[in-house]
């Protein structure tokens, strides 16, 4: 396990569309563990495979209630509406002002290859929409509503 260098808006790979996972080896498990590691270590709720410089359709996302892990996950539904706050560790230091849906459902498969079905209220469904657009080369900064912001860093908490 090792933690790898998240990739910044600038890189052209962002851009680019992840190709589906056809089997679960040993080195994508490897990645998986890695993302997870990493996404830890940058205090993130989630992270797409792009963004580690991979361009395969994983995603992991901890919202704090454990991690989800999903390989070629698909939207299938959505809902309803949220405006909100988004950031992103691939753009550090700033955030902006997204509309996303409210409610989403997403059909992957898990770590050991059996097809599960995720669904998300309000954060869940924002980290879910947000890391699956990563797969298709769309970053938040796309979707954006008016200016992105400077977010404070507050070294003394």
Known sequence: MAIRMIREENEPILRKISKPVKEI???????????????????????????????KRIVVIDIGEGPVILINPEIVETRGEQTGNEGCLSVPG???????PNYAKVNAVDITGQNITVEGEELMARALCHEIDHLDGI??????????????TDEEE
Do not use: F, H, S, W
Request: no cysteine; glycine share 10%.
């Open 25 to 55: 080896t040993p080195k994508i498990t490897e990645l998986i563990e890695d993302m997870l590691d990493t996404m830890y270590e940058a205090n993130g709720v989630g992270l797409a495979a792009p963004q580690v410089g991979m361009l």
């Open 94 to 100: 700033k955030m902006g002002v997204v509309t996303r």
């Open 139 to 152: 970053l938040y900064t796309d979707k954006v509503e008016g200016e992105l912001m400077d977010v404070e």
